[in-house]
């Protein structure tokens, strides 16, 4: 069981606090609604429970309760706080053993009742065999039921807690006096015992549908191999490592945080964390991922984040949060739950009034069939459909190397119709290479070295290219006493300027942005200085082999494929003749895409897929933003699905495992919304005994949990 984490950081100069506490105990969404409500009552902000992982954070200042004071308080709606409670010695496994034990001869002698057979059949026996069942369920049940109306919220417990009750106390009463009719102590013990079995069953199941994030964890490392100045290696705890720390790490071991290679070169298994199946070679320079296993070689590296800064931790967060963002679909199923339990309770008692009094049932068959009415209603199935679903989906998302922001995220992007790509880095390889350079200076190396001091400071895959070719000297050489240039700035969408100690202006970019005064703009970049065209370059590209793949698919699913480049008209065309694509747009500046995507966006719901820094704002402005992993930090944090590696072979996959979790959800909501109006009518006209009431209501969540679970190994 993992330990439990109290974390306090400071969020603004008002001293608010940021707490995260582990919390045991809770077996559904209604267990979260009962300590949300707690905590925002008590004027705790952002609070946010997940009821599969046991994660509860919440936002304060010193003024509010003391946090020893929360803890007590969760306590006694029923949890524990895990690492600081002490574990309970009746844990739900040792009370449903016990409570079987007590049960098994009560429901024997039911059923030898049944066939003629005398066994148990002092009315006192029965009982001190059944109060310590009995016991068990007042104190399990009975102890969230009254911290949920003190809450003024109600759940499935209080279901269980007044029909359980309902039968003992009847049988009580038929016990002294004497009236064999009244006896049913075998329902009472059978309700406690089978929904403290369909309890363990249905945490153990939801423990399968998180098993992304236990995956994910696991890949965490606790210790680090430090290079210490004088050579020496020490051990130290990851979370001392900070960036620039030198860090041996040896075949066999995991990459402790994000970092460079200074010396070496291995083979590193990525695959938990990027989805990438076979291991990837990598040298000096070359970056490493926290988490990522080295199976062969031996590698000094420089720390680049903190253990809490790394990729690997950032997917857990995200993983984290997107299993509990609600998706629409779940808003009719939570007024639904809301006003469940009180409209089971009316039908109940509507049930015992109209057998009684207008059918004239006798007494106890009327009270049985109120009783079953409460224990075959099952809000849980409808609290847990949604957000089983959601866990398995982003869990399995991440495994495929595909992060999402919010579990909403998953309902919107299954219904997109046009997906929007920038051309350069997304649709093409993105890695440049210099056809050619005209040049209109007479100091070609002095151009060439001035270019290459620009380019440096752009984070557009051209650029990076260009930088790489231009490093290497031998095509294009370089003069290492060229003038130094400053101010250095890149403009989203049209280049670079910079100046020189004599106030020289140079530009580097398109035609419009570096040179708008020259005629012949067929280049793809100009460089020019003082609006004096010092050179232009002309730059091959080629599509990425999986571009092909990824629109057939989109087509043959109905969608429309669109490209929205910065690029040229021509280029522009080139590329979407050569992948199918009828609808393109060229030369757009940042402003341009914002309004083609405002234009698309009326029409249906639109996803943009890029990776540069001047596809940030319309990877914000439509729909749903899609990001490669190998594109800029501004580009990822405007996105709400991030695809690792920079794979677009990982669209068609994020897309059909968004559709398969969604009609799960669907799948879920009918059956515990079937189940619960078929269920109940039949309880109440009598047709349906307690104890199979229970038992049915404790499968049920189990359905729906099992469909959930399902959606892992589903072949998508």
């Known amino acids: 069981m993992a330990r439990g984490v109290y974390v306090y950081k400071k969020l603004s100069i008002q001293m608010d606090m940021q707490t995260e506490l582990k919390v045991d105990g809770m077996t559904c969404s209604s267990c979260a609604a009962n300590i949300t409500t707690f905590l925002e009552k008590k004027g705790f902000k952002d609070v946010q429970v997940n009821f599969s992982t046991g994660d509860v954070s919440f936002t304060t200042d010193e003024n509010v309760i003391s946090l020893p004071a929360v803890k007590k308080s969760i306590h006694q709606l029923g949890y524990t706080v895990v690492g600081d409670d ?75 807690f007044i029909g359980s009750t309902a039968a003992f106390i009847y049988s009580l009463i038929g016990t002294i006096q004497g009236n064999p009719d009244y006896i049913f102590y075998e329902t009472s013990a059978m309700i406690i015992t089978l929904v403290l079995l369909g309890n363990l069953m249905e945490k153990r199941a939801v423990k399968q549908t998180t098993t992304a994030i236990e995956d994910l964890s696991e890949l965490q490392v606790e210790w680090a191999k430090k290079i210490m100045p004088s050579g020496t290696i020490v051990s ?17 071991d995991k990459i ?12 590193i298994d990525e695959s938990m964390l990027t989805g990438e199946s076979l291991p990837v070679n990598k040298s000096e320079n070359d970056t490493v991922i926290g988490g990522s296993i080295v199976t062969a070689g031996n590698i000094t590296i420089a720390a680049e984040t903190t253990s809490k ?54 007494f106890h068959n009327a009270i049985m069939n109120s009783i079953a009415v409460l224990v075959i209603s099952c809000p849980c199935a409808m609290g847990l459909a949604t957000p089983t679903a959601v866990m398995v989906g982003v869990g ?77 000297g031998d095509r294009y050489p370089l003069n290492g006493s060229s003038p130094k240039l400053s101010k250095i700035k890149e403009l989203k969408g049209q280049g670079l300027t910079a100046s020189d100690k004599d106030g020289n202006e140079y530009k580097l970019g398109s035609y419009r942005f570096a040179a708008p005064f020259v005629k012949d703009n067929n280049a793809p970049l100009y460089f020019s200085k003082n609006n004096e ?77 890029g990776d540069g820094i001047n596809d940030a704002p319309a990877l914000a402005k439509a729909t749903i933003g899609v990001s490669l992993s190998n594109a800029s930090q501004v580009a990822m944090q405007s996105a709400q699905v991030i695809l690792l590696n920079g794979n677009l072979d990982r669209l068609p996959t994020a897309l059909s495992i968004s559709k398969a979790t969604l009609t799960t959800i669907k799948q879920n909501l009918f059956w515990a919304f079937a189940y619960n109006v078929i269920a109940i009518p039949i309880a109440a006209l009598g047709y349906l005994n307690p104890m199979w009431g229970a038992l049915f209501m404790a499968l049920s969540d189990v359905v729906v949990i099992g469909n959930s679970v399902r959606l892992k190994f589903r072949k998508i």
């Open 309 to 362: 800064e790394t990729v690997l931790s950032k997917m857990i967060e995200l993983v984290k949060s997107a299993q509990q963002d609600k998706p629409a679909i779940q808003r009719l199923a939570d007024k639904i739950s809301s006003i469940f339990v009180p409209a089971v309770l009316l039908i109940a008692v509507l049930t015992f009034l109209i057998s009684y009094l207008l059918f004239s049932i006798p």
């Open 256 to 267: 402790p945080v994000d970092g460079t290679i200074l010396k070496g070169s291995v083979d």
């Open 533 to 609: 065209l010092l050179a232009t370059i002309e730059i091959e590209d080629q599509i990425k082999t999986e571009s092909k793949r990824v629109i057939k698919y989109l087509k043959k699913e109905g969608k429309v494929p669109v490209i929205l480049s910065g690029d040229r008209n021509e280029k522009t065309q080139r590329v979407a003749q050569q992948l199918g694509i009828e609808k393109y747009y060229g030369e757009q500046l940042p402003a341009d895409k914002l309004n083609a995507i405002d234009e698309l966006n009326k029409n249906a719901p639109t996803a943009m897929i």
């Open 86 to 160: 002490k574990e309970p010695y009746w844990t739900l496994e040792k009370k449903l053993i016990l409570a079987a034990i007590f049960t098994l001869p009560l429901l024997l002698a039911h059923f030898f009742m049944m066939a003629g057979v005398p066994f148990l059949e002092n009315p006192w026996i029965q009982l001190a065999i059944c109060f310590p069942v009995f016991v068990i369920g007042f104190t399990h049940f009975g102890r969230t039921s009254l911290a949920a109306l003190k809450n003024g919220s109600t759940h499935m417990d209080v279901l269980i």
């Open 396 to 472: 399995r998302l991440a495994k495929n190397g595909i992060l999402i922001k919010g579990g909403a995220t998953i309902e919107v992007f299954s219904k997109i119709k046009h997906f929007v790509f920038d051309k350069t880095g997304t649709l093409t390889t993105g890695d440049f290479r210099i056809k050619d350079i005209n040049y209109f200076g007479k100091n070609t190396e002095e151009i060439n070295s001035m270019m290459l001091k620009m380019e440096q400071y752009s984070s557009h895959p051209i650029a990076h290219s260009l930088v790489k070719e231009l490093e290497n």
């Open 236 to 252: 130290v705890e990851v979370e001392g490592i900070l960036p620039g720390d030198w860090l041996q790490v040896n075949e066999g």
